[in-house]
Structures are given as C-alpha cells and as structure tokens.
C-alpha cells in the first residue's frame, strides 16, 4: 500500500498558527484574576454578534445549552410540540426533552440532508408551537418556506446552527432568521480549546432573558427570577474563540478549496452535496453517499486516509428515545445515515491530501 497518512481531523494542527495568540491570551487571563463572565466574554460577544450581523449574542457552556436555553426562554407550554428533521444530531432532540417538549421528526432532503420544507406543514397541529431547524454539515436550510410557515402558524424558530458558521441562505446569514443557537465544540469551523456556544438574537428582550438562564436566572446577584442554569462560556475560552474568530473567514475560504477539489476530482460513482446558488456552504463537514459505505471506509483505511461517519445511528433508533417513536418509520434517514460518509476537509488537510484522496478513492 502506501505511507501517506490523511488524518480526519488533527486539533493541533489546525489550532498552531494561533498558539503564540492563544499565549498572550492565556496569561492576560490568568493575570487578570477574572475567571467568569469578564471583559473576554463581553469582547467576544460583541464581536459574534458583529460577524453574525445579529444585535445581540450570549455566551454559553455549549451548543447544547444553547438549544436548551433558546427553548426554555421561550416558556411552551409542556407537552408542546416541536418540529425538528428526524436525521439530526441527538443533541437537538434532547433540547426538546429536557424542556418538556415533544419533538415532532420530519424527513430531510436526500439532496442536501436538511430538513425538507414540504413535509413540515402536515405535522403541524395545535400542538406545535416551534420549528428548530438544523443546518447540518455546514449547508442553510431552504429558509423562506420555513419563515412563511412560522408566520402563518405563529411558531416561534430556533436555528440549530452548531455546523454553520457563516454559511448563508440567499445571502443571508444562517442564525438571523430565528433564534441562533451555535457550538463552538474543538472540531467545528470556530472551535474552542473545549466546549463552548452561544446564542445570538435580534430581540433585546429575549437576550437579557438567555444572560439570566445562563447564570441561575439572576437578575441581578442573589436575586433569582427565572428557573436558570449554570451555562457560562468561560472566560479563558472566549478569548481564544475571539482570536480564532479574526480568522474564521480565512478558515471558510481554505475548507471551500478544498470542497472545490472534491467537486472536480471525485467521480459519478458517489453522490456529492448539493450544490446551489441559494446556499453559500461552509463546509463544515463533506459528507458523500454510497451504497457500500463501510467497504469504502474500511478500503480507505488501508490506504492510510481517516474517515468519519455523521451519524451512524439515526436518533429515532437511539436506545434512549426509541419510546418516543416507536412505530414511526423514516426511510429517507435510514438511506442516509446507512451510506453516508464524511471525507477529510480540516482546516489542517492540504490541497494534496485532498488530491491523494481524490485519486484513492476513485479508484474503488
């Protein structure tokens, strides 16, 4: 065989350029004697918000707190239902859970794996209360039927937008047309040095109310208005976030090379994401489709290249919430996540890791 080696994804490479940074940072952290909510979750903060063209943006603990926080400022009703696409990350269903709510699964688009537009309105019922949709892998949902639906049903919409850092919807940046619930977990296009979030919002009222949850519902110290949390972004995370975030463009453009590569190089026998000029795509994850996956994971392999699979297990089929859906079917998932693959595209990958890959598997 060979002796290249393509890793998947290698955290120290990607994060390198930014060590001396990261240093300085460190140590006017440690110099400062604020540990929680200071000046660096402040900075950041704005500086999000200013990316994300969205007035206000609050830190949190992770991504997850971020949908469970987006959903509880709400305050629905228990038993309410909530629309979310059946092939998501388990994350964005246990949000619902742990609020009391109903997720309600609706089949995505085999095209673009996001949820599809033309199937939410019939589940709709005098239940549904949300719709939080998820821009998986880096590419926006079709927004507009989804905005003229949450008008026309009055429900509130929440953005699962933990791999879509600036990817946009007919120029328009994912987290702006709802609320925007964002992870900054290592891996993503802005990854901390641990976990992270935040939740951005256009609704002054709404965002004071997400700073009260995040820190035991206090209005102010020892004063607690709300059923709140302890869900801080840490102060020292926030401080590298925002040196990476001077460089989350440069990130984008360099993931989009090399999906580009992909584009061009890789031949009819896979099925590609889609492509469309509506969806400006991150390209937080390049995911192709084959019927025998495993064997084309396991022939890479060999060949020295590190794949991923996103996800494995479809989450009506988790242990945990096979109750909530038991007799429910979803073949549109199942096709998906039984032949889906993620290829390498890291910010630390080259142009010639992409092409050894290109050539490799081609040839299966």
């Known amino acids: 065989m060979t002796n290249r080696n393509v ?15 990261f240093r300085v940072s460190f140590d006017k952290f440690l110099d400062s004697g604020w540990f929680i909510l200071g000046k660096s979750v402040e900075q950041f903060e704005q500086n999000f918000a200013a990316f994300n063209q969205s007035p206000h943006c609050v830190g949190v603990a992770s991504g997850l707190d971020a949908l469970t926080l987006s959903l509880r400022a709400l305050d629905l009703p228990k038993g309410s239902e909530v ?14 859970l742990e609020n009391g709510l109903i997720p309600v699964l609706v089949e995505p688009e085999i095209e673009s794996y996001n949820i599809n537009p033309d199937l939410i309105e019939k589940k709709i019922t005098t239940k549904t209360k949300a ?9 926006s949902c079709r927004m507009d ?8 049903h009055n429900l509130a919409l929440i953005e699962d937008c933990a791999q879509s850092h600036g990817a946009k919807y007919k120029e328009k940046l994912t987290g702006t047309f709802g609320i925007g619930a964002f992870s900054f977990y290592p891996t993503k296009n802005l990854g901390a040095l641990g976990d992270a979030g935040a939740i951005t919002t256009s609704d002054e009222n709404l965002a004071q109310k997400f700073r009260m949850l995040r820190n035991y519902g206090e209005s102010k110290k020892y004063k607690n208005d709300l059923v709140g949390m302890n869900s801080r972004l840490d102060e020292i ?7 990476k975030l001077k460089s989350l463009d440069k990130i984008t453009t360099h993931k989009k090379n090399l999906a580009e590569l992909y584009f061009k190089g890789l031949n009819d026998k896979f099925i590609l994401p889609r492509i469309h000029n509506d969806e400006d795509d991150v390209f937080h994850i390049f995911a192709i489709r084959h019927p025998k996956r495993d064997e084309l994971k396991e022939y890479l392999m060999e060949r020295g290249i590190q794949t ?35 290829l390498p595209i890291s910010y ?11 050539e490799e598997i081609n040839k299966f």
């Not at 890793?7 to 940074?21: D, G, H, M, P, T």
């Not at 629309?83 to 619902?96: D, E, Q, R």
């Not at 699979?309 to 989450?315: D, E, K, L």
């Open 131 to 139: 719709i939080l949709v998820v821009h998986l892998y880096g590419k």
């Open 348 to 358: 630390a990958n080259t142009c010639e890791d992409i092409e050894y890959v290109i």
């Open 308 to 342: 991923s699979i996103h996800y494995p297990i479809p989450p009506y089929k988790q242990k945990i919430l096979k109750d909530y859906f038991e007799g429910q079917h979803f073949p549109l998932s199942d096709e998906i996540h039984d032949t889906i693959l993620s």
């Open 83 to 96: 629309i979310v696409p059946a092939n998501t990350y388990i994350a964005t269903i246990l949000s619902v």
């Open 145 to 152: 039927k989804i905005t003229d639906l949450c008008q026309a």
């Open 7 to 21: 890793v998947y994804e290698n955290l120290k490479l990607s994060n390198q350029e930014f060590y001396a940074e």
């Open 237 to 243: 995370q926030a401080g590298f976030l925002d040196i």
